[in-house]
């Protein structure tokens, strides 16, 4: 008898791919400059939101490919490999960008943080005891 899991993967595996077909579909016909599967995320998304919860047959495919990850970064890292000497060649270049990226990203994060954080004026400011 399958593990009870096993019995949600096909229906979750076919809504996940609904979504992305639905993508495809509106980035082809109506929104060409954004990649159907982000327009099918956020279509699954809005589903969720309007459901108000995530189906059984979602969580379970969802949680078997969040602890399978690193799985996908198998053939990245064999493009890295591959392309090594290019990389060498133009390392300064990918130095440069990749910590001004982390800079900006850093900064970024924290102006949004910063944005949206909750200010609490009530409490009044911390004063030191003079002894």
């Known amino acids: ?11 979750g595996l076919l ?3 609904l979504f992305q077909g639905l993508g495809d579909l509106a980035s082809r016909f109506l929104l ?12 699954l998304f809005t ?3 309007v459901r108000g919860r995530v189906p059984v047959a979602l969580g379970t495919v969802s949680g078997a490919l969040m602890n ?5 970064f198998v053939p990245a890292a064999s493009g890295v ?14 130095g440069v960008a990749l910590i001004a990226s982390v800079a900006l990203t850093i900064a970024v994060t924290a ?4 944005a949206l954080a909750p200010r609490d004026e009530a ?6 005891k003079h002894p």
Not at 1 to 10: D, E, L, Q, S, T
Not at 68 to 72: P, S
Not at 88 to 93: D, I, M, R, T
């Open 1 to 11: 008898m399958p593990h009870n899991g096993a019995m949600h993967i096909v229906p």
């Open 15 to 17: 809504l996940i791919l």
């Open 32 to 43: 060409p400059m954004l990649p159907g599967p982000v327009i099918g995320l956020v279509l």
């Open 47 to 49: 589903f969720l939101l």
């Open 68 to 72: 399978n990850l690193g799985l996908l």
């Open 81 to 94: 490999v591959l392309f090594l000497p290019q990389m060498a060649a133009h390392a300064w270049a990918l």
């Open 111 to 114: 102006l949004v943080l910063r």
């Open 123 to 128: 409490a009044p400011p911390a004063q030191e």
